[in-house]
């Protein structure tokens, strides 16, 4: 079940989404990739069962991770 959070930028929306992400953790909920999460690597790697074969396609297409920033590093590793 895909279940998203919206919320208007402007907002204080920090402790609904905390909460939101707390619920859905405690569910073996899988976050979004484009979409606001705090989930790290370990977590990542636990709820995606081919987690490791994605980080072995991304290592052979973007060995020098030019395409990667802080986000990327968070959740897929350096």
Request: proline share 8%; aromatic share 16%.
């Amino acid at each position: 079940m895909n279940v998203p959070c919206h919320a208007y930028p402007r907002s204080d929306y920090h402790g609904w989404f905390a909460a939101a992400e707390s619920l859905f953790v405690a569910y073996g909920g899988r976050p979004h990739w484009g979409k606001l999460h705090t989930c790290d690597l370990a977590y990542i790697r636990e709820v995606y069962p081919r987690f490791d074969e994605f980080r072995a396609v991304r290592d052979r297409v973007d060995p020098d991770r030019l395409m990667a920033n802080g986000y990327l590093h968070r959740v897929l590793g350096p």
